[in-house]
């Protein structure tokens, strides 16, 4: 299979996949034995009689020889297992990634598949001397740079970067920053960089007193143009690339808006369009119950994923600060959503999570101020970017981990998403007072 390598820094900061979903391989190989039917010949002579029971003896006592067989799991260093694995060296970020071969010397391979001979056949085993053959993943690397584009190395093998199955491992490297983007700016802050369907563009929001989202084809290339309506407010974009139920079925993008006149105490609702290739916007609606309430002053920062949705809601325009989930396609009112911090420090409260759901929708980002061990808000009262594994019921499992490593530790960071293809995590971070876009690469 021919391999591309896997780059910090990719045009567009996105690549399109195929279908959304973690990609599979076969990490079993298996060899198969046929069994050997040995049929008597009529008897000539006594002699030649005796000459083929000492054949067959002789034989029999040859294929019996050798290391014994078992059904077992193959441990590294033993016929059927790969060589131990070696720990991967900590990156340039500070986060050290997991041994880049097969995890404690385990070979995933090295697990027989039904031993046992039926009618004189052998069933399918994995094993052997071959190193080809057993203790080494199909797909077996020892870096990223061995894995297909939108993949990254994990334990000595190729996996999609859409793949949340070990939160735990999730780490990025190093942040760099989108100078295109970042270069044109005057007083604004820029957010919400987010990667949009047609996987090389992005959307992200100037914001001064009020958002405008903005639309470029390539963020390499050029800043683009704004989207947003000259007499609105309108915050918080979200390009979704895969399909959606009722009654999101009909859109692929997901805004906030409000009036840029009226008053404190204008409603903030979440509005649904088209984005089209050239990144004009068509078929914008607001968005039915239980998205928006008349009930609800503003809801915002929405997150999807194909079966969960997350968002913000302002219920009184003061401290009524909700963040709701509720499963797609609606049933009712949204359940609350409370996010525990480490070191058993309760749970985070913030204006704006600015939430991002994975595709799967088992991982969610968010941006909370830290706290330190004994659960008082650090000195310097910043956001930190955490992520947070869900269930099937949108509701948390274990606590949130922090993502370390991407700028400096006093550094405030908000907004983060990942890249279509997940390979990228992308966010806002603080230089000189206000709000630039980054992005880092995954590396486990």
């Known amino acids: ?123 399918q085993v994995a094993g052997g001397a071959d190193s080809n053959v057993a203790g080494a993943p199909a797909d077996s690397c020892e870096t990223s740079s061995a894995c297909d584009t939108g993949e990254l190395c994990r334990k000595g093998a190729c996996v999609s970067c859409l793949d949340m199955s070990e939160l735990d491992l999730l780490a990025f490297g ?8 970042n270069d044109s700016m005057h007083e604004e802050s820029l957010r919400f960089a987010r990667s949009t ?11 001064f007193f009020g958002g405008s989202i903005w639309f470029t084809s390539n963020p390499d290339d050029s800043v ?13 974009a979200l390009s979704v690339s895969h399909e959606l139920p009722a009654p999101l079925a009909d859109y692929d993008f997901f805004f906030s808006r409000r009036p840029r006149a009226g008053g404190d105490l204008v409603a903030t609702r979440l509005i649904g369009a088209v984005l089209g290739d050239d990144g004009t916007l068509s078929q914008e609606q607001e968005l039915p119950a239980p ?39 609606p049933n009712g009112e949204p359940s609350d959503l409370r996010l525990p911090l480490p070191n058993d420090c309760g749970s985070a409260w913030e204006f704006d999570f600015a939430p991002w759901l994975s595709v799967d929708g088992r991982a969610l980002f968010f941006a909370a101020r830290r706290v330190d061990e004994g659960c008082e808000p650090a000195d310097d009262a910043i956001t930190h970017l955490y992520v947070l594994e869900l269930s099937s019921a949108g509701q948390p499992v274990g606590v949130a981990r922090a993502l370390t490593g ?30 630039h876009l980054y992005r880092a690469p995954r590396i486990q």
């Not at 190093?174 to 983007?181: N, S, V």
């Open 174 to 181: 190093p942040a760099e920053p989108l100078e295109q983007i």
């Open 291 to 329: 998205f928006n309430s008349q009930e609800v002053l503003a809801s915002y920062g929405l997150a999807l994923s194909p079966k969960r949705a997350v968002w913000m809601r302002n219920v009184d325009g003061a401290l009524g600060l909700q963040l709701v989930t509720s499963a797609l396609p």
């Open 197 to 207: 369907h047609q996987g090389t563009g992005l959307t992200y929001v100037r914001d």
């Open 406 to 435: 991407l700028v400096a530790p006093h550094v405030r960071q908000s907004d983060p998403s990942l890249s279509t293809d997940g390979c990228e995590l992308l966010f806002s971070a603080e230089d000189s007072g206000t709000l």
């Open 1 to 123: 299979m021919a391999r591309r390598k896997l780059r910090a820094h990719r045009s567009g900061g996105a690549y399109a996949h195929a279908d959304g979903g973690t990609l599979g391989w076969d990490h079993h190989r298996h060899a198969e034995f046929a069994g050997l039917r040995l049929r008597s010949a009529p008897m000539v002579r006594s002699g030649t009689f005796v000459v083929c029971l000492l054949t067959a003896a002789l034989l029999l006592a040859v294929s019996c020889s050798g290391d014994e067989f078992t059904s077992g799991p193959a441990l590294g260093g033993e016929p059927g297992g790969g060589a131990p694995g070696e720990a991967g060296a900590p990156s340039a970020g500070g986060i050290a990634p997991q041994g880049g071969a097969a995890d404690g010397g385990t070979a995933d391979g090295g697990t027989a598949d039904g031993g046992t001979a039926d009618g004189g056949t052998a069933g």
């Open 224 to 236: 683009g143009r704004a989207l947003s309506n000259a007499d609105m407010l309108e915050n918080g």
